[in-house]
């Protein structure tokens, strides 16, 4: 069974600077997408940012950008210059190429001070 | 695009009555589903369509949920009688591509 985790329970930054967060998984498909979504106090569930990984190229959104490992199986997600509205909660998330399902991670909650 | 469309945004209800939940997903898209998201259990898929047909509704906790998704434009979800238990955040969310646009969700409350 596939399985998403994210180690970072919690991480706090100051306004401008750039954070990375982590996502490890764990699958035998050789292709799949991965995810990477933000909740903010509104609870709103929102894409950050979409990872197919037949394809090398990193993927990348204005100030969002991931590292994907395929190796590793590792897709961290590395916000620059980092904003107020950025404090939210993330969470990285998996698809098999066979299905529909998105496997989620328990979240990285950030915080970014001003 | 408006995006997904959800209503009502709060619902505060008594244990036992019936809660309608509604969704309009994003014009185009193919595959809409229901999920919840609590403290303890985080989200959980309850039921999955494609085209308007459901596809997997393993995820429904039990016989007092129920789906419906009448057209490519709206699809409900249903809680009768509901329970305390049933206090979440239900997300909707559709796709095209594999990629799930969500909903601003409901906020239910089961006093």
């Known amino acids: 069974a596939q399985t998403v985790t994210q180690s970072q329970p919690e991480m706090s930054v100051q306004e401008a600077e750039t954070v990375t967060l982590s996502c490890t998984y764990d699958?035998?498909?050789?292709?799949?997408?991965l995810f990477w979504y933000k909740q903010p106090p509104s609870r709103q569930m929102i894409l950050v940012i979409r990872?197919?990984?037949?394809k090398q190229q990193n993927a990348t959104e204005n100030r969002f950008s991931v590292n994907f490992q395929k190796a590793a199986k590792s897709f961290s997600l590395k916000i620059s210059d980092s904003q107020l509205g950025d404090t939210a909660m993330y969470f990285c998330a998996f698809m098999k190429d066979s299905n529909y399902q998105l496997i989620w991670g328990a979240g990285t909650k950030l915080i970014i001070k001003p | 695009d408006a995006g997904v469309i959800q209503s009502p945004r709060h619902e505060v209800t008594e244990m036992g009555q019936e809660v309608t939940l509604r969704c309009k997903p994003i014009?185009?898209?193919?595959?809409l589903f229901w999920y919840r998201q609590t403290m303890m259990r985080g989200l959980e898929l309850l039921i999955y369509f494609n085209n308007n047909v459901p596809i997997d509704d393993s995820g429904m906790p039990e016989d007092r949920f129920s789906a419906k998704m009448p057209n490519a434009s709206f699809s409900t979800l249903k809680i009768q009688p509901s329970e305390p238990r049933d206090s979440a955040v239900y997300f909707c969310?559709?796709?095209?591509?594999?990629?799930?646009?969500f909903g601003p969700g409901t906020r239910l409350l089961v006093l």
């Open positions: 969310a559709s796709s095209l591509d594999r990629t799930q646009y």
């Open positions: 014009s185009g898209h193919n595959s």
């Open positions: 990872q197919e990984a037949y």
């Open positions: 699958t035998s498909e050789s292709n799949y997408y």
